[in-house]
């Protein structure tokens, strides 16, 4: 060691404050003193770390600036500069620093222990105090006391409710705004247990246990709680909504409890949920609309040739005469008759000519939806009812309210379906899948399957008690063989609607042509005649119309087409069936299946499995090995 160091040495260890020498190029603390050792080290024999930086942690940056400053001005000081001592403490500081006179790279840094500094300057303080005497004492009582005064001041202006709990829980402090929020006085409450006072449920009536209650979270974790609703419960037992924020309170460094801000959001949460009612009701509606916008669509563009209800048979006349007489009532009406005689049209004339022609009639069909999924189109859905439904749906019973809603092919609805829809009709209530709350209905039911009534209720595909329901005003729609003087005008009628829609040019309908369809049985009924005009109306191109129709028998309509029995029409039906599943090994659905074969829906098809009674021993072969079920 030089002489130039021992003198260093010696000066540093004279100095009474923290003293030390840095070597700002290589990092190294050269020397300190007892009382430096004794501040970052802990012990006044402890030696210095091997590197100054490491007593700086995260203010190395701020000490770069400084000895900056101190290599321009000669010398400085700062506070900004925290150290941190060997055993991980943070020690405040303020640093004194000059460079040594023959060695700028070398400065020589002085300490000041802030927190001692404050100490003594306190003590200094309060002996100043001491001697001021009794006059001194009083007008620091009197400052304490004005303080304290404008501080209550303060905390009873504020808007917002505020109180103070304890380590123990016990209220210290209450404002104005709280005491009137919470309907409570002062003495109700200073000293007691405010959590067991006022938040000791939840809104829904659970108890509120206090070691869950994030107020006291606050002073017994240390942590700030936002909380945007809860409930605290007023003097009268009715609650408030409330949003606070729950903050921890030191007492000379010590946690003595918490401070609680709150406001009132009552009013503002019932506002919310009157809102969002509303949104919901608006969504339900423009739902509904659009629901309904798309029936008008689906009808205004359907390629129904119907405009009309079209002839001027004894059953024309008579379903015309029931119409205007049904129309002009609420009543439920059943339409039967066989596939293509109009039953839909009859309906929608009925709607037309009602009240109740200013709202969309709502068509569905009972048969062309799932049995998975048909009460949810008809009873409507609620979000997260089931997998799958991702949002609030209104069903078609819905949809329907203030109109008509007329239920197609009603004998094809699944029986429990049919149990919930009568129950529905009769009380005059939907509700939804997934949903409690019951909505009122107003509509007009139409009704309509092709079978007879009694015959749907001896083969078990309706219930009884909806036929009851259902069958107040029966219309009975006339296959077209039996109105053939119709033929003619509905022909020409047809011909008219259906050049126009394809933009053709209309042929000409001879007396031959009028007499090949008289002449024809019409299985299909209007439905298929429709399909035979527009077909004539492509392939004869402006000229005479070209029918092609299947060659009648000849002697005329009677041999065309004899007359049967509804037993024996029943029986040729049900002969076809078995025959069909005999085909198929007995399979219904899917590929190769009897519905494929025969063009009809499985849901169809099972139905009419079911009225004619039809079983695997009807449709299997005899063999030794047992035949597949129906499936």
Known sequence: MTASHALVDSLVAALPDAALVIDTRSDAIEAWNGAAAQLLAGATSAPPPESFSALLGPSLPQFVVFIEEVDHRGQSWTRDVGLTAADGRHVPCEIRARPLPDDPGRLLLVLTDLHAFEQRTAKVETAAMHRAGLN???????????????????????????????????????????????????????GRNIHALIHHH???????????????QSFRFEKINRIDDEVFWRKDGKPIRVEYVSTPIYDQGVLAGAVVIFRDITQRKENERKLKEALDEVASLRDKLEQENAYLQEA?????????????SAAIRQIRARIDLVAQTDATVM??????????????????????????????????????????????????????????????????????????????????TQGRLLQTLQTGTVTRLGDTRAKSLDLQVIAAMTETPEAAVKSGTLREDLLFYLNVFPIACAPLRERREDIPLLASHLLDITCRRLNLKRPTLTERAVQQMMDYPWPGNVRELRNVVERAAIVSGGGKIILELGTPQPGGRDKAMPIRTEAEIDAMIRDNLVACLRETGGKVSGPGGAAAILGVRPTTLYSRIRRYGIEERDWSDPAPAPAAPVR
């Open 300 to 312: 205004i563009t359907s390629e129904r040739a119907h405009h009309d209800i079209i002839g001027t």
């Open 335 to 416: 339409i039967t008759g066989e596939t293509g005689t109009g039953k839909a049209l009859v309906a929608t004339a009925i709607h037309a000519a009602s009240a109740r022609a200013r709202r969309a009639m709502i068509h569905f069909k009972c048969g062309s939806v799932s049995a998975d999924d048909v009460e949810a189109e008809l009873f409507g859905q609620v979000r997260g009812a089931f997998p799958g439904s991702l949002r609030d749906k209104p069903g078609k019973l819905e949809l329907a309210h203030g109109g008509t809603l007329f239920l197609d092919d009603i004998s094809e609805l699944p029986l429990e």
């Open 136 to 190: 001194e004492w009083k007008r620091a009582e009197r400052f304490f006391s004005e303080l304290e005064r404008e501080n209550q001041l303060i905390l009873n202006a504020a808007g917002e409710g505020i109180y103070g709990v304890n380590a123990e829980g016990k209220t210290t402090f209450v404002n104005r705004a709280a005491r009137e929020m919470l309907g409570w006085t002062s003495e109700d409450l200073l």
């Open 202 to 216: 939840h809104l829904n009536g659970d108890v509120y246990p206090a070691h869950e209650c994030r107020i006291y």
